[in-house]
């Protein structure tokens, strides 16, 4: 575990990310492309909902997604509280606004597939409230970070709610299956494999990953700019003191 | 096919549009952000606040 955490070091990540980052958006690209053109052109439209299933193509990623960015936060949390690693901190309050994103997609392309298929755009059933309350979660952690000035103490606080709201991830996944609710019930990741058919799946697996390779790429960006964002703060303040014990020597 | 999105359409679009709009503005304002830090980061440097200020300091 030490020479992880060593590995994962912020000059070392600098460098390691102006590599790979070209690659993965490359990659990302592509795949998106093929999986778009697989989802509009290839694959049929459902027998019960017709042309709406196109929504799935963007609805299914996103909540993967938004699922498991919080999982990546709470990890991060669990750095930041026992390593209190740098990094770590770096790494989840990158993803919060990306993990968001994810969730208000889920969200919004949710409710408009549910207009046509359910007659409503909300319902307050487990499976989309516990996904708003994730999307709340998202805003809460972004608004701790802001309202602490103070970087490390903004880590640890953030860190201890995101932990704490971890326990909606399971809810989340397994709300259809613990209640009774207007969603349907998992069709793609099940212990008996998934239950849709293989034109629509292979689409759906490709821009999945698509998906999850530009969110990566963009979370890892966004962690190059909170790095540079601290290096030019901690300068500042290296510059100011070195300011303040000349100024004190002159006055001597 | 694509261009025929049936009696739905406006939802199928209108999901689409939504979902292209927070994935462009979010890949937007990171980007932007990380280049306001790379230039932030050149002025210090410039001005000669660097790794030699910090070490000089520590």
């Known amino acids: 575990m030490a020479s992880l955490i060593e590995l994962a ?6 460098r390691l990310s102006n590599v790979l980052l070209p690659w993965v958006a490359g990659i990302a690209v592509l795949l998106l492309l093929v999986g778009f053109y697989l989802a509009w052109f290839v694959a049929p439209a459902d027998y019960q909902q017709g042309e709406t299933i196109r929504i799935m193509y963007l609805h299914v990623p996103a909540a993967w997604l938004a699922m498991m960015f919080y999982s990546m936060m709470a990890c991060s949390a669990l750095g930041v509280l ?3 690693h740098p ?5 989840q309050q990158a993803a919060a606004p990306i993990g968001a994103a994810f969730a208000l997609i889920c969200l919004l392309t949710g409710s408009f597939w549910g207009k046509p298929m359910w007659g409503t755009y909300w319902v307050w059933d487990a499976r989309l409230t516990s996904m708003l309350v994730l999307f709340l979660l998202y805003l809460g952690v972004i608004a701790l970070r802001r309202a602490i000035d103070e970087p490390s103490r903004a880590g640890r606080a953030v ?3 995101t932990l704490v709201g971890s ?3 399971p809810i989340i996944k397994f709300s259809v299956d613990w209640w009774s609710t207007l969603h349907q019930p998992a069709s793609v ?5 998934p239950t849709i058919h293989t034109s629509m799946l292979w689409p759906l697996l490709i821009l999945a990953v698509g998906f999850t390779l530009a969110a990566l790429w963009l979370h890892a960006v966004a962690m190059q700019a909170e790095l540079l964002r601290r290096r030019v703060r901690t300068l500042k303040i290296l510059e100011a003191e070195r ?3 000349l100024s004190l020597q002159a006055a001597e | 096919m694509m261009l025929e999105l049936g009696p739905h359409g406006g939802f199928i679009l209108a ?3 939504a979902s292209g709009l927070i994935l462009c503005g979010l890949a937007a304002l990171i980007l932007l952000d990380r280049r306001a830090q790379r230039r932030a980061l050149a002025l210090l440097e410039q001005q000669g606040i660097g790794r030699r200020s910090e070490r000089k300091t520590s």
């Open chain 1, 87 to 91: 990094l770590a901190d770096v790494a």
């Open chain 1, 9 to 14: 070091n912020p000059a070392r990540f600098m």
């Open chain 1, 167 to 169: 326990v909606n991830i």
């Open chain 1, 82 to 84: 026992i390593w209190r």
């Open chain 2, 15 to 17: 999901a689409y549009l």
């Open chain 1, 189 to 193: 990741l099940r212990l008996s494999g």
């Open chain 1, 159 to 161: 860190a201890i709610l």
């Open chain 1, 243 to 245: 300011l303040d014990r």
